[in-house]
């Protein structure tokens, strides 16, 4: 049974920081490049972090760039976000995505609001 569960979101106040991660189980971890979506109300699930299957390369939307890194550990199945600087812009139910080939499973999101 394929599964992506992610945890760490929750309300933070602008500045602030949160660390999400998305555990992955049912599959080859390490034959899947990683990513992170996120999603606000009323508009498109958009891209905002990727990481290749062995961890070498990383890419990120140009919103986040310094701010978020992406990072995984191929050992504990685990792909993370790390999320500094918090702006409320980024308020967005949170995705992890894995892909190999056409399989595209997706986690059941995590809400990060950003809010004083």
């Known amino acids: 049974q394929v599964q992506l569960v992610e945890s760490g979101g929750g309300l933070v106040q602008p500045g602030g920081s949160l660390r999400l991660s998305c555990a992955a189980s049912?599959?080859?971890?390490?034959?899947?490049?990683m990513s992170w979506y996120r999603q606000a109300p009323g508009k498109e699930r958009d891209l905002v972090a990727a990481?290749?299957?062995?961890?070498?390369?990383?890419n990120y939307a140009d919103s986040v760039k310094g701010r978020f890194t992406i990072s995984r550990d191929n050992a504990k199945n685990t792909v993370y976000l790390q999320m500094n600087s918090l702006k409320p812009e980024d308020t967005a139910v949170y995705y992890c995505?894995?892909?190999?080939?056409?399989?595209?499973?997706w986690g059941q999101g995590t809400q990060v609001t950003v809010s004083s």
């Open positions: 995505n894995a892909k190999y080939g056409r399989f595209r499973p």
């Open positions: 049912g599959f080859t971890f390490s034959n899947y490049a």
């Open positions: 990481i290749t299957a062995a961890g070498g390369s990383t």
